[in-house]
């Protein structure tokens, strides 16, 4: 008999518990320093996102390739969340609460948060674990050294928070807020601060480092206390946004149609009121130039505001929509040129609005503030408009819908330019007999079709090549920083398209102020040819006679 038929084979390793596969995944997406990995869930350490800049696209999917991606729950899903590289996203809702990796156009299922909750009946002491039966109405993600934390604002108002590492447990539970808390966000400066803003007409300032649980602990903390109250209204508070450039600064949206900016160091009343709407203000997004402000409301209005007017205010720049809006965020910044006066040279353009409308109007606008008179682009995700949504990068949208699918929309390829459904060229002729007419040169590109996510990856595709032109209005028809641009085709042949796809932050981006756009007199000046004449005397206009 040989010595190798002597030796008896090992037995199979254990199946992992529900709890141990949450730890693993929590040590995918930070480290996590719990129990030692799997030998079975081993996996390529994946390459870090910080630091690595670019215009926000994919290079693993290459410049022509469609990013379009998907993932079906077959549950409802409220709200989303992002994690501080871009890499996760956290879906909430009535029945679900997880994470999910977003990668090369694939999506899985990583921590399952709700089916962890479950999975552990009982106490570490033995006695029975209260089952919470949650409605999530919206979810945040900490930064930072706190990012293993996310946080579930619920209609009843209480906010739970997690620690993914230990996904089965509840971190702490917070109680100071008695009606629905509509947003929870995470501050981008210090990612362990937490606001929330209620129907209660408050927000509330946490920290969620005041959740970590000491050793041993079997139940969440209750006696998590807010930092701060700011009770500057008696509605509602709809939406409330962090400040991308000051720390201290928020702004939140009430059902009074009134927009208030305050210091979170100054709690007895804001920095600035604005009665921005005739009725409620939905949402309220920061300009990546920390100064302006929009806000979009009920009554078909996005509105930008100039924060630092104390008095006499007015929307510096309008735009009406066709349908009444629940959601307004700015799209990160388009690359247009280079300034020599920083290390980091790269400057940046923001000067477009994507806008979702009532449950009714499924449609996903994009309004560019230059040309408010008509949509820049236009998608349709879903069959009813999508219950949340945010901006991972330039060009990729995340969107979650009432029918349980979470989408990654690739702009370039699952949208459409309104503007190249309507003609360039118009003739018309007067009753006297005289003609006018404007012409303008069209560059001729191909229609891309709308992507529909059937699967849960994105097909091998090169419908459109992603350009710089094709973030910005039609170069023929409105110029944007003309001298740039020039500038930019000099210095083309030396740089190529972006190699990342990571969500864009402002400390690292020279944004170009809502002001300093609106200064350049050429970039809302059309280019088009027109002449007007009169016809020939053998032109009848006689109405009488045919």
Not at 108 to 136: F, W
Not at 247 to 266: C, E, H, K, L
Not at 421 to 433: D, E, F, K, L, M
Request: net charge positive.
């Amino acid at each position: 008999m040989s010595v190798d038929a002597a030796i008896p084979r090992a037995p199979p390793l254990p199946a992992l518990k529900t709890f141990q596969r949450a730890r693993d995944a929590a040590n995918r997406i930070f480290g996590y320093a719990s129990r030692p990995p799997s030998p079975q869930n081993e996996r390529p350490a994946q390459p870090s996102l910080e630091g690595r800049r670019g215009s926000g696209r994919l290079a693993s999917l290459g410049a022509s390739q469609n990013a379009t991606a998907s993932h079906k729950t077959g549950l409802e899903i409220k709200t989303l969340s992002i994690n501080e590289s871009g890499t996760h996203a956290l879906l909430g809702g009535k029945d679900i609460f997880k994470t999910i990796r977003v990668e090369d156009g694939v999506c899985v299922e990583e921590i399952n948060l709700r089916a962890a909750i479950r999975s552990n009946p009982t106490q570490a002491s033995g006695k029975p674990r209260q089952i919470y039966n949650i409605d999530i109405a919206d979810v945040a993600w900490a930064k930072g050294d706190t990012g293993e934390f996310v946080a579930a604002a619920t209609e009843s108002g209480k906010i739970i928070i997690y620690d993914l590492g230990h996904a089965g447990l509840p971190a702490a539970q917070l109680h100071e807020h008695y009606r629905q808390v509509h947003r929870i966000t995470c501050n981008p400066h210090k990612g362990s601060l937490l606001l929330s803003g209620s129907q209660d007409g408050t927000v509330r300032l946490w920290d969620v480092r005041d959740a970590k649980q000491p050793v041993g602990a079997t139940r969440p903390r209750s006696n998590v206390q807010s930092k701060s109250k700011f009770a500057g209204t008696t509605d509602g508070v709809r939406d409330v946004k962090w400040s991308p450039t000051d720390a201290m600064d928020f702004a939140f949206a009430t059902d009074g149609g009134s927009v208030q900016v305050w210091d979170m160091r100054y709690f007895n009343r804001p920095k600035v009121k604005i009665i921005a709407h005739n009725s409620t203000c939905m949402s309220v997004d920061w300009h990546p130039d920390g100064k302006h402000l929009a806000s979009a409301g009920l009554d078909h209005m996005i509105k930008v505001w100039d924060t630092s007017i104390k008095s006499g205010r007015k929307g510096n720049w309008e735009v009406k929509t066709p349908y009444p809006l629940s959601n307004a965020r700015w799209r990160p910044a388009c690359e247009v040129g280079w300034s020599d006066d920083d290390d980091d040279n790269t400057m940046r353009q923001c000067t477009q609005l994507l806008a979702a409308y009532d449950r009714s109007h499924p449609e996903l606008h994009i309004w560019d503030v230059r040309r408010p008179a008509l949509p820049f682009r236009e998608l349709v995700p879903y069959t009813e408009s999508p219950t949340d949504l945010l901006w991972h990068s330039q060009d990729l949208l995340w969107t979650v819908g009432r029918d349980g699918t979470f989408l990654q929309n690739d702009i370039q390829h699952s949208s459409l330019k309104v503007m190249d459904r309507y003609p360039v060229n118009a003739t018309a002729i007067s009753p006297t007999g005289e003609i006018a007419s404007f012409n303008m040169r069209r560059n001729a590109r191909p229609i891309n079709r709308q992507y529909r996510a059937s699967s849960g990856h994105a097909p091998d595709s090169a419908l459109l090549s992603r350009s710089w032109a094709d973030d910005s209005l039609d170069d023929s028809f409105l110029r944007a920083h003309p001298e740039v641009m020039k500038q930019k085709q000099r210095r083309q042949h030396s740089r190529q398209s972006s190699d990342v796809g990571i969500p864009i932050h402002p400390t690292r981006t020279n944004v170009i102020s809502l002001d300093q756009v609106f200064g350049q007199r050429r970039a809302v000046r059309p280019t088009q040819t027109a002449w007007r004449g009169q016809l020939p005397a053998a032109y009848c206009t006689d109405p009488l006679v045919f």
